[in-house]
């Protein structure tokens, strides 16, 4: 819609646009007396109903003049741009990590071993590789691989832990932070036995060599 249909509009709708004007005669002296006779002096003139009626119809123009200028704005206004997010912070979702990771089980069980060899170490695994603890977080251990004996190549190995037993892991038998070790498993479970533990724990390395 253009200002000039606007306009026409309004003027449609305005009820007082059928109604005379009043002469030039009567006007002049109207404005020179309302100019000239100061307010708390000026004579209360009681109203006609003639007069009332046209100050009702002066009114009711008035207000539909007022109606039709808000609608010809809300018509013609611009449309809402996207809302703004100006002051509103913006907090970064975390990154997804696209390492792959593997999932082990340290049960915990009580076995009664036989001395570790390279033979049974190669024979009786499916995954072996070398890690350092990166996180531990409740009963979870979390190590970042840093090479792979056999299996699947990954980036990181989970390992929950289950209770204890009397023969664990080489070392301290616990994973502990920054620690380094080397983590045979067979069918998602942690070989213990003599044949995961410390990297550092005496012959471990050399019968990891051995057999891969």
Do not use: N
């Not at 709708?13 to 109604?19: C, K, T, V």
């Not at 509103?88 to 009580?110: H, N, Q, Y």
């Not at 390992?159 to 204890?164: F, H, T």
């Amino acid at each position: 819609m253009t200002d000039d249909d606007l306009r026409a509009h309004l003027r449609r709708a305005d009820p007082g646009a059928s109604l005379p004007q009043l002469p030039p005669d009567r006007i002049a002296p109207l404005l020179e007396h309302t100019m000239a006779v100061p307010f708390a002096e000026a004579t209360v003139t009681p109203i006609t109903t003639s007069a009332r009626r046209r100050r009702v119809a002066m009114l009711a123009a008035a207000a539909v003049v007022l109606f039709g200028v808000a609608a010809g704005w809300a018509l013609l206004r611009p449309s809402p741009g996207p809302e703004s997010t100006a002051g509103v912070p913006v907090v970064p979702l975390p990154a997804i990590s696209s390492a792959s990771v593997t999932r082990l089980t340290a049960t915990g069980m009580v076995a009664k071993c036989m001395e570790p060899t390279a033979e049974l170490l190669r024979s009786r695994t499916d995954f072996a590789f070398a890690g350092t603890v990166q996180e531990i977080d409740g009963g979870v251990v979390t190590l970042a691989v840093t090479h792979v004996y056999l299996g699947t190549p990954v980036d990181l190995v989970q390992v929950a832990q289950e209770g204890g037993a009397s023969e664990t892991m080489l070392g301290s038998g616990k994973f502990e932070q920054g620690g380094k070790y080397l983590v045979a498993a067979s069918e998602g479970a942690i070989r213990i036995c003599g044949y995961s533990g410390e990297a550092d724990a005496p012959g471990l390395q050399a019968l990891y060599d051995a057999a891969f």
